[in-house]
């Protein structure tokens, strides 16, 4: 059965909870704050930011008016203008399931069918931008609108450019992920790594 993960969207920030199996009552957060660097992108110099990652307690976070989407996978978090998107895979297939591990538990391949990049939300926490000049809610807030719409309509057009070339790389089909194996590898050095796992718990087990 696949492994899928659920991705709340908050105002301030994502919140990933991790697949059923793992029986954790973590989540992971995620956003994107001002970090006090300026950056120079196209003769314009704005504030740099930072994503970031926290590990909170599940039912400490989220709020029931979030909205929520199925992921498959996280590809990972690329910088564009606006700063961070967040990508996942929204639609994947199974290509061949191989027993690769001393658990018995099955490595799955799988193809990436589809993948979206989701502008990660700016962090509104008015206490940990202090520290970076902000001095009440109300100017996190606009600083956070300011770069999220201050692009020119060139800047836009060439946002809109560079997710059109993420997707068409994603449209390929030629991606794959495996959630609990090294793609990496290869399937003798797979085998390999589990042969040998296998002989050495038999000599511990003849040892004892």
Known sequence: MEDTFILHCEDNEFILEPPLRFETNSCLCISQQYCGKQVTANGR????????????????TLSSSSSSIVVHAVLGTVCL????????????????????????????????????????????DAQAQSSKGATSMETVK??????????????????????????HVVSTKSLFYAHNYDLTNSLQR???????????????NVSN
């Open 45 to 60: 110099t704005r504030k740099d930011v930072e994503v970031k990652f926290e590990l909170r307690n599940r039912s400490a």
């Open 190 to 204: 797979a085998i390999e790594n589990r042969n040998n796992i296998n002989t050495s718990s038999v000599n511990n």
């Open 81 to 124: 203008l606006r700063g961070y998107y967040l990508a996942v895979v929204t639609k994947s297939k199974l290509v061949e399931s191989i027993s690769v591990e001393n658990n018995g538990r099955l490595a799955e391949y799988r193809k990436i069918i589809a993948a979206d990049f989701l502008p990660i939300p700016f962090c509104c």
């Open 142 to 167: 606009e600083e956070r609108n300011d770069n999220q719409f201050n692009l020119n309509a060139n800047e836009l057009k060439l946002e809109q450019l560079y997710l059109n070339l993420l997707q």
